[in-house]
């Protein structure tokens, strides 16, 4: 069973179209949901990291939630620039040094 | 900005032959990572090191798959006889402190296996 899982797989918004994309997560305890974009080819590049539930975090079009079960990645008044695919990833192991879990990502394509 | 920067972008390899990875982390982190993401799939771990050692290692990173911090600076992940499968996207990444702290992904090196 995934631990992390993202819908929808894909979402296609006009410019300006606001939205939200979605991260269920099934570890207990959770240390904390990182939330990353990734361009074709690249790497994925740090958006936000949130640590308890009822925080959100901000960043241009970009607010992250986090509740007890799930994350959610709002995107307002969206651009082209903003097309990429938004990685949801969660700390594997409930103590000490950890990798992450990714889930398979969201591919957002913003057209003019 | 501080970023993780991996060399070469792109490696093309005969099938049976080594590779070596190489990344320069943050300079002021101490948890090192190799991620890889099979082309459409999801990013997978490979490895975690510190204090010159393997702290975590998953089912990916059998016997072919080494890593070495060879100096102050530099991590390498080293696959020793490239199977067509190893073909894919290898992203390095450090943090700080580890705790769940947050990862920071260099560029990636695109690896294919003919």
């Known amino acids: 069973e995934d631990q992390v899982t993202q819908s929808p797989e894909a979402l296609r918004l006009q410019e300006g179209e606001s939205s939200s994309l979605n991260c269920s997560y099934t570890?207990?305890?959770?240390?904390?949901l990182f939330w990353y974009r990734q361009d074709p080819g690249k790497g994925p590049e740090f958006l936000f990291t949130l640590y308890s539930a009822g925080e959100e975090k901000e960043k241009e079009r970009l607010k992250a939630t986090l509740t007890k079960k799930e994350s959610f990645l709002h995107i307002t008044a969206p651009k082209p620039e903003d097309s990429a695919t938004y990685l949801c990833?969660?700390?594997?192991?409930?103590?000490?040094?950890?990798?992450?879990?990714f889930g398979k990502g969201t591919r957002l394509s913003v057209i003019a | 900005e501080p970023e993780v920067t991996q060399t070469p972008s792109h490696q093309v390899t005969q099938m049976g032959q080594e590779v070596i990875l190489r990344c320069v982390p943050i300079?002021?982190?101490?948890?090192f990572y190799w991620y890889r993401q099979i082309l459409g799939q999801k990013v997978e771990f490979l490895v975690s090191f510190y204090n010159n050692e393997i702290s975590e290692k998953s089912e990916i990173f059998d016997d072919q798959f080494s890593v070495e911090r060879p100096d102050g600076s530099n991590f390498t992940l080293k696959i020793r006889s490239t199977k067509l499968e190893d073909s894919a996207m290898y992203f390095c990444?450090?943090?700080?402190?580890?705790?769940?702290?947050?990862?920071?992904f260099g560029p990636g090196t695109r690896l294919t296996v003919l």
């Open positions: 570890v207990s305890g959770l240390r904390g």
């Open positions: 300079s002021n982190h101490l948890y």
């Open positions: 990833a969660v700390p594997q192991f409930l103590s000490g040094n950890t990798p992450l879990v």
């Open positions: 990444a450090s943090d700080w402190q580890g705790e769940a702290d947050t990862q920071y």
